[in-house]
């Protein structure tokens, strides 16, 4: 299992970034995955998930009504759109792999993680 988390990068308060998550290895509708951040000294987050078969969404209260995760399948990839950027959203962002039927908050339920992408939002 294999994940490669790309689209970071600098904006300011307000702006927009499109994460990517490109999965290989392994087949890709048999994982819900999840996006997780970690913030300069703090412990890594949960942000939100998609389920392997419904496509199911479930996000972290912070980012409600900002963030949109979604998946195409055909291109073993999975996006998620960040609008609304605040300060408090610098963080590198992770994109993890889950094989069991949930759509998990936490970490353990999550087994193959991608390197991170670096988003940083400047006021």
């Known amino acids: 299992v294999q994940l490669q988390a790309s689209g970071g990068g600098l904006v300011q308060t307000g702006g927009s970034l499109r994460l990517s998550c490109s999965a290989s290895?392994?087949?890709?509708?048999?994982?819900?995955i999840g996006w997780f951040r970690q913030a300069p000294g703090k412990e890594r987050e949960f942000v939100a998930a998609i389920r392997r078969s419904t496509a199911n969404t479930y996000y972290e209260d912070s980012v409600k009504g900002r963030f949109t995760i979604s998946r195409d399948n055909a291109k073993n990839t999975v996006f998620l759109q960040m609008n609304s950027l605040q300060a408090e959203d610098t963080a590198v962002y992770y994109c993890a792999a889950d094989p069991t039927h949930s759509i998990s908050r936490y970490q353990q339920s999550y087994d193959s993680w991608g390197q991170g992408t670096l988003v940083t939002v400047s006021s």
């Open positions: 290895g392994f087949t890709f509708t048999d994982y819900s």
